[in-house]
């Protein structure tokens, strides 16, 4: 595998897990107001700020940057403020991740916020191609015959937490 892909896999396994302890609220979110500077050519959009939803855009697997611990740690501990007791992250482990970047065009991985059956926080994962659709299984069925998968079964915290977090 060469450095740049090895690099890219980490760094979205960093920013899952980072992605996941910032859930949002789901009764009252709205599109993030948020300047596109983007300088790797991955969307086609202005600096204006924008509150809207953006269809013209393509991947590169480039998305994304990384933030600094002290944004990270004041960010999860809004959440956790505003979110008592609730979940705080998801673990999922390298292989599903890798399982989803390896389908044919994927160029990263979207997460879905989702209420199980219990009313419990769930994020479902999804591969992206460059155009932004969801790679998606052709049939209901886990037989593996089909190359794309979506994911989830993920280990929540509280329960599984490391104790040393943010």
């Known amino acids: 595998m060469n450095h740049a892909m090895k690099y890219l896999k980490n760094a979205m ?23 596109t500077g983007i300088s790797n050519g991955a969307a086609n959009m202005t ?4 509150q809207t ?4 855009y393509t991947f590169n697997g480039a ?25 705080e992250a998801h673990f999922f482990g390298a292989d599903i991740i890798k ?35 969801d790679l998606m299984p052709a049939a209901q069925a886990l037989d593996g015959a089909d190359p794309n998968i979506i994911s989830d079964i993920s280990w929540p915290c509280p329960t599984y937490c490391s104790g040393i977090g943010f």
């Open 47 to 50: 600096n204006a700020p924008i």
């Open 13 to 35: 396994l960093i920013a899952l897990v980072i992605t996941c302890s910032c859930e949002g609220q789901f009764n009252d979110e709205i599109p993030a107001t948020f300047n």
């Open 99 to 133: 399982q989803i970047l390896a389908e044919e065009d994927c160029v990263g991985i979207r997460m879905y916020y989702a209420l199980d059956d219990h009313k419990q926080r769930q994020i479902i994962l999804v591969g992206v191609n460059a155009q932004g659709q």
């Open 53 to 56: 939803l953006v269809t013209k």
């Open 63 to 87: 998305e994304g940057d990384p933030i600094a611990r002290g944004t990270a740690k004041t960010w999860t501990a809004n959440f956790r403020e505003f979110n008592p007791g609730g979940t």
